[in-house]
Nanobody
Framework: QVQLVESGGGLVQAGGSLRLSCAAS????????MGWFRQAPGKEREFVAA????????YYADSVKGRFTISRDNAKSMVYLQMNSLKPEDTAIYYC????????????????????WGKGTLVTVSL
């Protein structure tokens, strides 16, 4: 199992940007598709973005398309989420996730069996 640690969360004003990072260890990073999920106050966890093993294919929730960009650096065992034009509704705890199945990290199938989850990093977007 791969261990995941998120960083980069914080408080930002609407319209601003943040870059989240997820550091992976414990297993070959390239064997996992990677994803980002978020959970806003009072809501269930939702899919945000995903990227396949090579980084050649990315997927996004409709709510973040055009604003967020997921990327990965397999040499560094890192995955990133660049968040631009942030909105108050983006406020949530953001979780990094890993699974061999791209469909799982892309939110296409239930994520109950996600191989690995990070502990999350809080993003707060103010007006």
């Amino acid at each position: 199992q791969v261990q995941l640690v998120e960083s980069g969360g914080g408080l930002v004003q609407a319209g601003g940007s943040l870059r989240l990072s997820c550091a992976a260890s414990g297993r070959a990073f390239s064997s996992y598709s990677m994803g980002w999920f978020r959970q806003a106050p009072g809501k269930e966890r939702e899919f945000v973005a995903a990227i396949n093993r090579s980084g050649g294919n990315t997927y996004y929730a409709d709510s973040v398309k055009g604003r967020f960009t997921i990327s990965r650096d397999n040499a560094k065992s890192m995955v990133y989420l660049q968040m631009n034009s942030l909105k108050p509704e983006d406020t949530a705890i953001y979780y990094c996730a890993a699974d061999p199945d791209l469909g799982v990290v892309a939110g296409k199938v239930p994520s109950l069996n996600m191989d690995s989850w990070g502990k999350g990093t809080l993003v707060t977007v103010s007006l």
